[in-house]
Structures are given as C-alpha cells and as structure tokens.
C-alpha cells in the first residue's frame, strides 16, 4: 500500500514542478522578449533610419 501512495506522491509532485518549470520558462521567455525590444529600440534611437522619403 506505501508503494502505491509513494508512486502517486510522485505522479503528483512530477506534475507540479513541470507545471511551475513551464511558467517559470514562460516567465523568462517574456522577459527575453522585453529585454530584446529594449535593445532594438535603443539601437534604432541611437541610430535612426532615415527613409530617401522622409528627406524629401
């Protein structure tokens, strides 16, 4: 009976933390995404792209 409570004790401990993993890399994918944008946008301040048409 122990073996059982055991194999479900992990069934449902295994589940959690790959649960808690996959929003802790959603987390961090979100703030990869953020930092990204951050530095796109203050490449294209630091170095504006001026259009032929824009001169005009």
Do not use: C
Not at 32 to 48: E, G, I, K, V, Y
């Amino acid at each position: 009976m122990e073996e059982v409570e055991y194999n479900q004790f992990v069934k449902n401990y295994s589940r959690k933390y790959s649960f808690f993993l996959a929003e802790g890399a959603k987390e961090i994918a979100r703030e990869l995404r953020w930092l990204l944008d951050s530095l796109s946008l203050t490449q294209r301040l630091a170095h504006p792209v001026v259009s032929p048409e824009a001169a005009i």
